[in-house]
């Protein structure tokens, strides 16, 4: 029987999965055509449930289901929606359902909805809008791909310096195209430049006359229109920020970024930074085909197949030794292996540091120091273990000595390549964590047969 820890692990592990038997019932109200029945079962799910759900199913009962579902789809599901399959599901909706759908959506989730979109969806999403929004979308687009400016939206709670909590309160009141959700009024100067926020809780605990000045937010942070979203991210999470506003070159207020927008880039650096590890393109989703997924990681096993005969040509150098002593071929691997999983540990350990700026040039010496020390722990540990192993398997005291002493060499140098190699390819511009699995294994593979054939020519022939 599971115990309470494990029932609750369990428990969670299925809290947010999609029901298997409401799944199975909304496909049977889409093979029997009912559509009342599958507005009913779709009702309660969240529009990220419903998403996850477009995504899992296959083509062909997504365009069923969809088709049935017709006008009761919104604008929430488009923006949760993987943008992998975004642009099918878009072509599936009726011209009226996509326009009713995107007029719900914030300006900053219709911007993103457009960036992948052929000109002639785009054009028919734009016609859809009101002029003011389609404005101010079009004018989100001219920002550079990845820039705040695409991040922002433009719907922002404003607010002038001078103001007192009566006047803000009434203007929200009166205000009757507010956003859907915001956190701060920003107060601005005469020149639309933001100097403060002012978060709703304050405000709605204050009395009417009191000066909004007076109750703006210790951490006030203005983002650049131009600023790459992985620092805005990056920001966000280093300040615990919920809201900041966005500025053009002339340090005008122009958009406001939130933090469930900020997360999501955050999110999606992570998950890039964890495929590229593995060698996978970052634009691969569960909902690929065969042939696109193939398609995507051939490249990288082409890679890894260059580095392993880069290894093999070492090998092949020790081969007269190999064939003296077989017992070379049978250990070889382990060396190989533990040096490449020593080294993968240090390595996603450095992407991770660099991707959070946690690694500087103020502790990169000791960051260095601290893994060879542990590659040299680790190695002299799984030294002593394999020494024995060499000598009980194969009888050999000499075997064991040079196992030993190539498995402290291997890991030793696998913390180092693990952290130095993606450092100096974020030095010249290249991204860690595209590149530096394939140097470290060719580094930790070439090292390993190097050090244990050399070392076994030495000592035993």
Do not use: C
């Not at 009761?72 to 072509?91: A, H, K, P």
């Amino acid at each position: 029987m599971l115990d309470e820890t494990e029932l609750t692990t369990a428990e969670a592990d299925d809290s947010y999965a999609l029901d298997r038997k409401a799944v199975a019932r909304i496909l049977h109200a889409v093979d029997i055509g009912d559509r009342d029945q599958l507005v009913d079962l779709m009702e309660p799910l969240h529009a990220a449930d419903i998403a996850d759900l477009l995504e899992q199913i296959n083509a062909f009962d997504r365009i069923r289901l969809i088709k049935l579902y017709d006008k009761e789809f919104d604008g929430e599901i488009l923006s949760e929606l993987d943008e992998t399959i975004r642009e099918e599901v878009i072509g599936i909706l009726t011209p009226q359902v996509l326009a009713d759908a995107v007029r719900e959506m914030e300006s900053d989730d219709v911007v993103d909805l457009l960036e992948d979109l052929e000109d002639e969806q785009k054009e028919a999403i734009l016609g859809a809008l009101e002029d003011s929004d389609r404005v101010a979308v079009q004018q989100s687009l001219t920002y550079p791909e990845y820039s705040a400016g695409r991040l922002m939206q433009r719907e922002v709670v404003m607010a002038p310096e001078h103001w007192n909590v009566g006047e803000a309160i009434d203007y929200l009141r009166n205000t009757e195209d507010l956003p859907a959700q915001f956190y701060h009024v920003t107060l601005v100067d005469p020149k639309l430049r933001p100097v403060g926020n002012v978060t709703l809780g304050r405000l709605m605990a204050s009395r009417r006359e009191v000066l909004l000045k007076s109750l703006v937010e210790d951490t006030f942070h203005i983002i650049n229109v131009l600023q790459y979203e992985g620092d805005v991210a990056y920001a966000f999470n280093q300040y615990h920020l919920i809201s900041a506003p966005v500025v053009d070159e002339n340090d005008r207020l122009v958009g406001v970024i939130t933090i469930d927008d900020a997360m999501a880039v955050l999110d999606e650096e992570h998950e890039e930074d964890i495929l590229r590890l593995a060698g996978v393109d970052e634009e691969s989703r569960i909902s690929d085909s065969v042939f696109e997924t193939t398609k995507r990681r051939f490249p990288w096993l082409a890679v890894n197949l260059l580095t392993a005969v880069l290894a093999s040509l070492v090998i092949a150098q020790f081969e007269a030794a190999i064939t003296q002593v077989v017992a070379l071929a049978v250990l070889m691997p382990i060396v190989a292996s533990m040096g490449g999983n020593a080294g993968t540990q240090s390595l996603t350990v450095a992407v991770r540091a660099l991707a959070t700026k946690d690694l500087t040039g103020s502790n990169l010496w000791r960051v260095i120091r601290r893994e060879v020390l542990v590659g040299a722990v680790n190695g002299i540990a799984f030294a002593v273990i394999m020494g024995i192993v060499g000598l009980v398997w194969f009888g050999s005291p000499a075997l064991g000595g040079v196992i030993a002493t190539a498995m402290v060499v291997n890991l030793v140098v696998a913390g180092l390549a693990g952290i130095v190699i993606p450092v100096v390819l974020e030095k010249a511009g290249v991204d860690p964590a595209l590149a530096s699995g394939a140097f470290v294994t060719t580094v930790t593979d070439v090292v390993g047969f190097f050090a244990f054939l050399g070392l076994a020519v030495v000592v035993l022939l």
